[in-house]
Nanobody, 122 residues
Framework: QVQLVESGGGLVQAGGSLRLSCAASGRTFSTYVMGWFRQAPGREREFVAAISRSGGDTYNADSNEGRFTISRDNAKNTMYLQMNSLNPEDTAIYYC???????????????WGQGTQVTVSS
């Protein structure tokens, strides 16, 4: 098992930036594919980005391509999401997740953090 804790959310104006972190403990972090998902009120949980075990391959949702960058530091057991050019549509609770293989479906990930709120004001 792995335990995940997100941090770094907050309130930011449109056009601003935030960096989210996901700290992992438990089973070896580097054995998991990692992902970021988000969920806004009344909407389904949606894929944001994912990263391979080594960090050499990354995948972004079309909605944030060129604005969000996912990365990981296996030595620190931590994953990051750098979010730039934020807009109000990015407002949601952001979750990190760990799984055995890459997927854009939240159902394919086995472990989840508690989430961190990101609010973008216009």
């Amino acid at each position: 098992q792995v335990q995940l804790v997100e941090s770094g959310g907050g309130l930011v104006q449109a056009g601003g930036s935030l960096r989210l972190s996901c700290a992992a403990s438990g089973r070896t972090f580097s054995t998991y594919v990692m992902g970021w998902f988000r969920q806004a009120p009344g909407r389904e949980r949606e894929f944001v980005a994912a990263i391979s075990r080594s960090g050499g391959d990354t995948y972004n949702a079309d909605s944030n391509e060129g604005r969000f960058t996912i990365s990981r530091d296996n030595a620190k057991n931590t994953m990051y999401l750098q979010m730039n050019s934020l807009n109000p549509e990015d407002t949601a609770i952001y979750y990190c997740a760990a799984g055995e293989r890459y997927s854009t479906s939240h159902r394919r990930y086995d472990y989840w953090g508690q989430g961190t709120q990101v609010t973008v004001s216009s």
